[in-house]
């Protein structure tokens, strides 16, 4: 069965300081995407990443940085230097290829509040 | 381009009144999928469309109806609303299933009384 687990619920963190939000999933496919949501209090989705499940190089972007192990089924994200504008709702969200639709699983979201 | 826009943003239904939330995107996007966020949740999959004409349950489909008679449009039919569909609702398109990721609405915040 397809599950995505962000243990996490809230995470505190002062300016300035790194933060890392973790992404279980779980998947019978070998082929398989995973991405990365941030919800801003506005409301609305923006999406962060996707990542295919043959490629387990880190990325970076800027002060973001995703670390990808198939060996621990996990798809962390971190923040370096946190801004207060960091601040938001992050998903991690799994899309199978198995499946037709191409529907996201979502895990249920950390939400992180960086105090100035 | 406007991507994905959905209408109203908020809306107070009595139970069992029902109502519509529309969904446009003007990206030429063939897939379109209605998610429904409720507190401290995930999104979840209620109903999806690989095109005009063609729509499918997805994981939560009880009390809702969708159509989709052209590429741009994707509309949620609620019937007879209940509590229990208080909800935020996002209507998100893409190009394909995978690997292209889902443009999100900015949702619909739906309470039903």
């Known amino acids: 069965a397809q599950k995505v687990t962000q243990a996490q619920t809230e995470i505190s963190v002062v300016e300035k300081e790194d933060v890392t939000l973790d992404c279980v999933y779980e998947?019978?496919?070998?082929?398989?995407?995973l991405f990365w949501y941030k919800q801003p209090p506005s409301g609305e989705l923006v999406f962060l990443i996707r990542r295919n499940s043959f490629d387990e190089q880190n990325e970076i972007s800027g002060r973001y940085s995703w670390n990808f192990q198939k060996s621990t089924s996990s798809f962390n994200f971190t923040i370096t230097a946190s801004q207060v504008v960091d601040s938001a709702v992050y998903f991690c969200?799994?899309?199978?290829?198995?499946?037709?639709?191409?529907?996201?699983?979502f895990g249920k979201g950390t939400k992180l509040s960086v105090k100035p | 381009n406007a991507g994905v826009t959905q209408t109203p943003k908020f809306r107070i239904l009595k139970i069992g009144q029902s109502m519509t939330l529309q969904c446009t995107q003007d990206?030429?996007?063939?897939?379109m999928y209605w998610y429904r966020q409720d507190p401290g949740m995930g999104l979840k999959l209620i109903y999806y469309s690989v095109g005009a004409g063609i729509t499918d349950k997805g994981e939560v489909p009880n009390g809702y109806n969708v159509s989709r008679s052209t590429t741009e449009d994707f509309p949620l039919r609620l019937e007879l609303a209940a509590p229990s569909q208080t909800s935020v609702y996002f209507c998100?398109?893409?190009?394909?299933?995978?690997?292209?990721?889902?443009?999100f609405g900015p949702g619909t915040r739906l309470t039903v009384t």
């Open positions: 969200a799994l899309s199978e290829a198995g499946r037709s639709q191409g529907n996201l699983i």
């Open positions: 998947t019978r496919d070998t082929t398989y995407y």
């Open positions: 990206m030429n996007h063939n897939y």
């Open positions: 998100a398109s893409s190009y394909s299933p995978r690997p292209y990721e889902q443009y």
